[in-house]
């Protein structure tokens, strides 16, 4: 059995351990910025916050207890790929819509449920992936097809003239 200074150093790496596997003690900063959703009908504006590098898009929306009704995180990928998202620590039902490289919606999974491991994966490349509230696509009748307007999307010139 480990007395004294032995077990004083070894509680407190315990204890390190865990705090460090438990909690977003090691929270990331994310880079904030506007983008617009044009649906067929209205542009509705988002403060998203930006995931573009391996640990933004990691934590994600990790462990976040709340979200205005008009906020989201941006997930951008360097290239089209094929993207597979969790909730794992995730306490926010959440909508995702998944982005082609020139801002279409390509994909929506609807109120994705929180602390589920399943994955849930894209159905085809993306460029990008936005988590919203869950509720909101249905609330602002996003669809696949609509087109996400921010600067790293190549929005097409015949989808701004809608």
């Known amino acids: 059995m480990m007395k004294g200074p032995g077990l004083k150093r070894f509680l407190g790496f315990l204890s390190l351990i865990l705090v460090v596997g438990t ?24 403060n998203v916050e930006i995931a573009s590098d391996p640990d933004a898009r990691a934590q994600g929306l990790m462990f976040r207890q709340e979200m205005a009704a008009n906020a989201g995180m941006l997930f951008l990928y360097p290239q089209d790929q094929a993207v597979a998202f969790w909730m794992k620590n995730t ?28 994955l849930i994966p894209s159905d085809r490349y993306v460029r990008g992936v936005l988590e919203v509230n869950a509720g909101i696509a249905n609330q602002l009748d996003i669809q696949v097809g609509d087109h996400v307007v921010y600067k790293v999307f190549k929005f097409p010139a015949a989808a701004n003239s809608k």
């Open 23 to 46: 909690s977003p003690a090691a929270a990331v900063e994310f880079t904030r910025d506007i983008l617009v959703i044009q649906t067929r009908n209205a542009a509705h504006r988002f």
């Open 91 to 118: 306490y926010l039902p959440l909508d995702m819509i998944f982005i082609g490289a020139d801002g279409s919606i390509t994909q929506i999974v609807k109120n994705a449920q929180p602390f589920s491991e399943n």
